[in-house]
């Protein structure tokens, strides 16, 4: 009876998170720290029970975020690996199919965890025990191939002179290298300068993000006055069980191995995985994206919960960790059921509400909702961290405006931003930082 | 094989040194990372340099709007009489570019030699996007969809198939005069030459040593290995492929054929590799860091490698294997699965689709001797034991 009303937490967590999840820009995390400060002032459920809620925020918003990304372009890091095959899907009146198929990779990372679940607590503690020497050159690694492994985009130069093939080759490369650089500066500024109140700093980053993703975004919705065609709530989707099998594997070990690792986020995960797995087409994308979505935020959180590991990942982990910490294996294994009947909740909730979104998408003019958009992504910015994040979200929208001009990889920003913290891991970020006149 | 497949063997061949990982976890050394940057170095100086500093005797970069397929195809069967013309070890390059319509629209064409018939064949296909979805209604008028021109010299394809033109930079092919009078298609002439040679390895890993030496950095001795050694796995795991390399450039000239042991693309072997490489890579912080500390050991350090290779290795990967192979067998038997919609004219015209009067089999394609393919896995074996045997002791 008690776990039936765990699982009624979990539920009521779900539609919770189901439903911030479709307001753009507001992340789940900001939701759960508040919900804990009123837990700490009035504890209106045991902690165990509050942490249950916490698990339904998250696998709701998990699963449910697609909505944003799709029908209102404001996507998180976790969804960039997607956002271009959604809103091509949206841009062919697809929406809906591109929300299914996201969902449907969402599900299958599900699933994955599920299995995962019962030997996590063997394969987990081991692998901490091997790697946690190894961070710093695993973190530098991953970067060295992010930058390597971007490839020109100049469609074929046609220009005439060797000199000129390689100018025109080298733009978007160039242009990649600039914008690292840019977001490391401002990863040296941001994360070792005091540039907040000292009572906001802990949302230093939240303007970065806003500044690369959504402004960009916002801007060039704004100028390029893009329209909506009417969307098609089908029955029916066009993907292949060979489509759902590719892009639920390596979109799970992507979100899982970010979860896993320090700094490392699902986009980036998304891309290890995928170049690992030789995952390609926008079928295996979406769904990709949705299970490694999926399984960066739910994975963090489920690897807090795995017995012997002792290990927080994730912001939804050290919020709990203030109120609970949990003790038994059977905790574990309530926060696994948890998990799978939330999961499998938000993902009607995730049908239902992309029909809502369609409806109210048809009535108003895209460019306006991108507007309201850039107005709520402001108000977010002044409410957590004042003005001083209003200026570090510009400087950052500048950047990912370099980024989306030159078609460069948007992983560029997001490592450089975090390069500072895998050059102090490696112990040498201090000295880079009086070289670069940064601290 | 993909990028991250040579990047992560480069990583692992460097875990096999101890030094370097003493180093890592004690000192916080980043020398490691080193070897996965020269395991992708020569795709990253043939796609980033080198493809830009060829120079192609004809560029074909048609009006996407009013391509002329025979026009074409009369274009490149013209090369190729050209090439058999030319001294042996001549070549006559061309060059096709892709036709970009959209921000995500291609019109899409494709090649295909037909060396039973002696014939190039240049098809059209529908407007696709990057992904290669087509888009319904747009496919050419039956006059414009096929170009067939005849040629005169033996042609050897190696490659054998069509190759569909349709996103990023389009490909080249270089036609070879060879000593016995054949004609053979070098599919992007640019790429595997100087930028996979052993050569070049080898000046990077000196070049490595004398700038660590110089600077008197600790480890000095290991960085040409740590250099040299995911340089040559690079080359080796390509080898694996169809296209092999220029070994010894600038003495040799010429790019070498692969061994056909598997595709750079396939979705099996790449994770197999890439699973393969970070089970190795665990192993090795087991037995070198592990050592330091029990905190860091998670296996005993005397449980045998053959056992463990055994169990996280060959065990799951001959599930997968299997399961990969009951697919491909199950794919085969409906055919219309395989062929993906958006499959160009070419592909179409080889399947008899488009031509079905004229006889288009695709040729049985010249392979290396069985020998040779073992002694290719023989090696990669032998780098291995060596690395396992001795790495302890570097």
Not at chain 2, 332 to 359: D, I, Q, S, Y
Request: charged fraction near 15%; charge should be positive; hydrophobic fraction near 50%.
């Amino acid at each position: 009876m008690e776990s039936l009303i765990y699982m009624a937490y979990a539920l009521i967590g779900t539609l919770m998170g189901s439903l911030v999840a479709v307001l753009p820009g507001f992340h789940v995390f900001n939701l759960a720290a508040i919900g804990a400060v009123i837990f700490v002032s009035f504890p209106f459920v045991s902690p165990l029970g509050l942490a249950c809620i916490f698990i339904g925020l998250l696998v709701g918003w998990a699963m449910v975020g697609t909505i944003a990304t799709t029908f209102m372009g404001a996507p998180d890091d976790s969804m960039r690996v997607t956002v271009f095959p959604n809103q091509k899907y949206l841009m062919y009146g697809r929406g809906y199919e591109a929300s299914v198929v996201t969902g449907m990779g969402a599900l299958g990372s599900l699933l994955l965890l599920l299995v995962l679940a019962s030997f996590a607590s063997l394969v987990f503690p081991a692998f901490r025990k091997l790697v946690t020497p190894h961070t710093h050159w695993i973190l530098m690694g991953i970067a060295a191939y992010v930058l390597q492994s971007e490839w020109p985009k100049d469609w074929g130069s046609r220009a005439k002179t060797r000199l000129g093939r390689l100018k025109d080759g080298w733009a978007s490369l160039s242009a990649g290298w600039l914008v690292f650089f840019l977001s490391m500066m401002l990863g040296f500024i941001v994360l070792n300068m005091p540039v907040t109140p000292i009572d906001k700093t802990f949302q230093n980053i939240l303007p970065v993000f806003i500044g690369f993703v959504t402004v960009p975004w916002v801007l060039t919705n704004t100028l390029s006055r893009v329209t909506i065609p009417p969307q098609t709530v089908s029955n029916t989707c066009y993907v292949s069980k060979k489509d759902v099998a590719r892009g639920t594997t390596s979109g799970f070990l992507g979100g899982i191995f970010a979860a896993y690792t320090p700094i490392i986020t699902a986009g980036v995960g998304g891309l290890l995985a995928g170049h690992s797995t030789a995952t390609g087409g926008d079928t295996q994308f979406m769904v990709s994206g949705g299970a490694g979505r999926f399984a960066y935020f739910v994975g963090a959180f489920f690897l807090f919960w795995v017995p012997l590991l002792h290990l927080i990942r994730g912001g939804l982990g050290w919020i709990t960790s203030m109120v609970y910490q949990p003790k038994t294996v059977s905790e574990f294994w309530l926060l696994v059921a948890a998990i799978a009947i939330s999961g499998v909740f938000a993902f009607f909730l995730l049908l239902l509400f992309s029909r809502a979104v369609i409806k109210v998408i048809g009535r108003f003019d895209y460019r306006k909702v991108s507007f309201a958009v850039l107005l709520i992504a402001i108000g977010i910015v002044l409410f957590f961290v004042g003005w001083h994040g209003l200026v570090i979200m510009t400087i950052a929208g500048g950047i990912g405006l370099i980024q989306v001009m030159f078609r460069t990889r948007w992983m560029n920003m997001l490592i450089g931003f975090f390069f500072p913290i895998f050059l102090n891991m490696a112990g040498v970020g201090a000295a880079v930082a009086r070289f670069l006149g940064v601290c | 094989m993909k990028g991250i497949t040579h990047f992560i063997t480069g990583i692992m061949v460097a875990t096999f040194l101890k030094s370097l990982m003493v180093g890592a976890a004690v000192e916080d050394s980043l020398v490691i990372v080193l070897g996965g940057i020269f395991g992708l170095l020569p795709d990253t100086i043939d796609f980033k340099f080198l493809t830009y500093m060829e120079k192609n005797d004809v560029v074909l970069d048609p009006d996407p709007y009013d391509i002329r397929p025979q026009e074409m195809a009369e274009k490149i069967a013209e090369e190729i009489n050209r090439a058999g013309e030319l001294r042996p070890g001549q070549m006559r390059k061309v060059q096709l570019h892709t036709l970009k319509i959209g921000p995500d629209l291609w019109q899409s064409y494709g090649i295909y030699f037909n060396t039973r018939m002696n014939e190039v064949v240049i098809g059209v296909g529908p407007h696709v996007t990057m992904s290669g979805v087509p888009s319904p209604g747009t496919e050419p008028p039956a006059d414009k969809a096929v170009g067939v021109a005849k040629y005169r010299p033996k042609l050897i394809d190696r490659y054998g198939r069509p190759s569909d033109i349709k996103g990023f930079s389009g490909p080249s092919f270089g036609f070879l005069k060879k000593k016995d009078g054949s004609v053979e298609v070098v599919f992007i002439p640019w790429h595997r030459r100087s930028g996979h040679s052993l050569t070049l390895g080898a000046l990077f890993a000196l070049l490595g040593y004398l700038i660590a030496s110089t600077f008197g950095w600790r480890n000095a001795h290991l960085y040409p290995l740590v250099i040299f050694i995911p340089w040559f796995m690079h080359i080796l795991i390509d080898t694996y492929g169809h296209m092999g390399n220029n070994l010894f450039w600038p003495l040799t000239k010429q790019r070498t054929s692969g061994l056909y042991l598997v595709s750079a693309a396939s979705p099996f072997w790449n994770p197999f590799v890439v699973y393969s490489c970070i089970a190795l890579i665990l192993w090795n912080m087991n037995r070198f860091t592990g050592a330091l500390s029990p905190m860091y050991l998670a296996l005993p350090l005397d449980t045998p490698v053959w056992l463990y290779l055994l169990l996280v290795v060959a065990v799951p990967w001959a599930i997968m294997g299997a399961i990969y192979v009951i697919y491909q067998a199950r794919v085969k038997e409906r055919p219309a699965e395989l062929v993906a919609p958006t499959a160009g004219a070419a592909a179409a015209v080889a399947a008899g689709e488009l031509m079905e009067e004229r006889e288009y089999e695709i040729a049985e394609r010249p392979r290396p001797p069985l020998w040779l393919r073992f002694l290719g896995l023989a090696v990669l074996a032998v780098v291995l034991i060596v690395l396992y045997s001795y790495g302890g002791g570097w």
